[in-house]
């Protein structure tokens, strides 16, 4: 799903009453967007929890995203994960 689209599907779903986080790999587009919260993995496009095969990884990111549903105060915020890609 584009970030366009993503951002769109949560407003939606916050104007429903849910509390939503998304995981971006385009700040600038979530925000242009207004997606309610979202955390920034600085990893390549295509892969938001990180490198294939690696369930740690990927287990670690979604919780940060989870974690981020506490830690972010109010909507329209984006939360840089420290997370880096390591593979180039």
């Known amino acids: 799903m584009c970030h366009q689209s993503g951002g769109l ?7 429903k009453g849910l ?11 979530t925000l242009t967007v207004g ?11 295509g892969n938001p929890f990180g490198e294939a095969f690696r369930a740690d990884q990927q287990t670690t990111i ?3 995203a989870l974690r981020a549903l506490e830690t972010i105060p109010r909507a329209g915020l984006i939360l840089e994960l ?7």
Not at 9 to 15: Q, R, W
Not at 19 to 29: A, D, F, Q
């Open 19 to 29: 509390t939503t986080v998304g995981i971006t790999l385009k700040p600038e587009i």
């Open 35 to 45: 997606a309610p919260r979202a955390v920034y993995a600085r990893f390549p496009l």
């Open 9 to 15: 599907v949560l407003n939606a779903l916050e104007g």
């Open 82 to 88: 420290p997370y880096r890609w390591r593979r180039f």
């Open 62 to 64: 979604l919780t940060a």
